[in-house]
């Protein structure tokens, strides 16, 4: 697997080892920064990289400066053309994953504004481990955040103190993961990925009011899985009691791409195994990614 070589920051290449934020930043100190995962997938045919819903992802992270009171955003073309030169930088030979951050980067007090500094690491990762297998989770104790205290909507790093408190929960308790509700005890979704449901052939997943990220992955399969079955999905609140009538189920987002959930609260979901919709759709979804079907070349964004 290759290694990465090269880190950007504030537009400037570095060796990876050089990077440096101070520790009385606002972005540490106060997690003043909002983050986007970004993949750029080797094409099958060509070897070319491309991209994925670029422009989703710049798009959502500017909003996300401007809900945080950033003292300026980034232009969405020098955006790229930064994410283009790190990943010619780093020659990578297989897929890569970009964490691209944007944040506070001076000192001051909580309500300090700037001045703002952004970075880029391009990184290979590993195929989760619970991609073919399917994976159980629990139904967290740990309240998904609300929209009135700290916009899920957006991918602040604060956001995922709550996160991580369910995930290790989840594991303590014989977990692979963790599923998270409202407030109003509604299914909401995982610590880092969106969730989906199969009930009597219906795919469902939980609406934006439920405290989720807007996942660019989620709506992608909401599209994908209309334009392959001729359904629309029922986008709606969840109760819990639900979940245990599923048929199948599964987790998605930029990092963990599709996985399926076969368990949850140690009850089987279906027959325990990965379901037929959740095969057909990660299947698609790799096939359209890679470009191995020429449908939405928007998404793409080929590096030459």
């Known amino acids: 697997m290759w290694q990465p070589k090269q880190i950007m920051m504030n537009g400037e290449l570095m060796p990876l080892e050089d990077a440096r934020l101070h520790p009385l930043s606002l972005a540490v100190t106060y997690a003043a920064t909002v983050f986007e995962g970004v993949r750029a997938y080797r094409l099958s045919e060509t070897g070319q990289f491309a991209l994925f819903r670029l422009d989703d992802h710049i798009r959502r992270l500017q909003v996300g400066m401007k809900l945080m009171r950033f003292d300026g955003s980034y232009d969405a073309e020098y955006l790229t053309e930064c994410l283009v030169r790190l990943i010619r930088a780093n020659e990578p030979d297989s897929d890569v994953y970009i964490r691209l ?3 506070i980067e001076g000192t001051g007090l909580l309500a300090t504004t700037g001045p703002v500094g952004f970075t880029a690491a391009a990184m290979p990762r590993a195929k989760p481990a619970f991609a073919d297998t399917g994976m159980s989770l629990g139904v967290s104790s740990w309240q998904r955040l609300s929209d009135n205290a700290s916009p899920p909507r957006i991918k602040t790093t604060a956001n995922y103190v709550n996160a991580r408190l369910a995930a290790h929960q989840a594991r303590a308790d014989g977990y692979d993961g963790a599923l998270m509700l409202t407030p109003d ?8 990925a969106c969730f989906f449901m199969v009930r009597d ?15 660019i992955t989620r709506d992608t399969i909401l599209t994908r899985h209309e334009e392959l079955t001729g359904a629309t999905a029922e986008v709606r609140t969840i ?8 048929e199948e189920a599964f987790l998605c987002g930029t990092g963990q791409e599709i996985l399926p959930v076969t368990a949850i609260d140690r009850l089987p979901v279906g027959d325990g195994n ?3 919709l959740t095969d057909r759709l990660r299947r698609d979804y790799f096939d359209l990614v890679r470009g191995r079907v020429s449908d939405h070349p928007e998404w793409r964004t080929l590096i030459e």
């Open 101 to 103: 951050l944007a944040y």
């Open 185 to 192: 005890g509604k299914v909401s979704e995982a610590p880092i």
């Open 201 to 215: 052939g219906c795919l469902i997943t939980p609406s934006a009011d439920n405290n989720i990220l807007e996942s």
């Open 239 to 246: 109760d819990r009691s639900e979940l245990y009538f599923a």
């Open 274 to 276: 990965v379901g037929p």
